[in-house]
């Protein structure tokens, strides 16, 4: 029987229990039974982002970062903005994605949870280095949600039905797009 295809979710938040990880963990909740999802937490471990360290062997952070996206059928990604881009962190991992292949042509989505008027610098710049990684952004899962403090439960997960919903969709879209992608490959 074929494995369900694997959804990488990616925090760009490093703040412990930020509203990121909790529309991550409620994607993973609400994910389609015909899905596999698991939240990246190797974060925090990166080293920074240097060209002369981009060779075999590379740090052991950096080769599971690649090993995780490597082995996932697509990526979801929810970030803050900060100072109108993204945070310099979660631009750090995204740097060392850029010298492998693993994300090339790999179905890739985001969730905007920004209050209305904010994220978008994030979202810019999100779309400026996955294009660098040659990533397949679905642009039909791209999405805003507005997440407050107020929404999340002490669980650490949404509770609101439309969130969740929407959240549900997103991974949906990701799911077949990544079943599309890979009948090409075979085709």
Known sequence: MPSLPLILLLSGSLRAGSSNESVLRTAQAVAPSQVRTV???????????????DTDPLPAPVAELRAAIKEAAAVLICTPEYAGTLPGSFKNLLDWTVGGTEICDKPVAWVNSAVPGRGRGAEATLRLVLGYTGAAIVESACTSIPVTSQMIGTDGLIADPGVREQLGKVVALLAEASEEATALDRG
Do not use: Q
Request: glycine residues 6%.
């Open 39 to 53: 939240v990246y937490e190797g974060f925090a471990a990166l080293p920074h982002f240097n060209p002369d360290d």
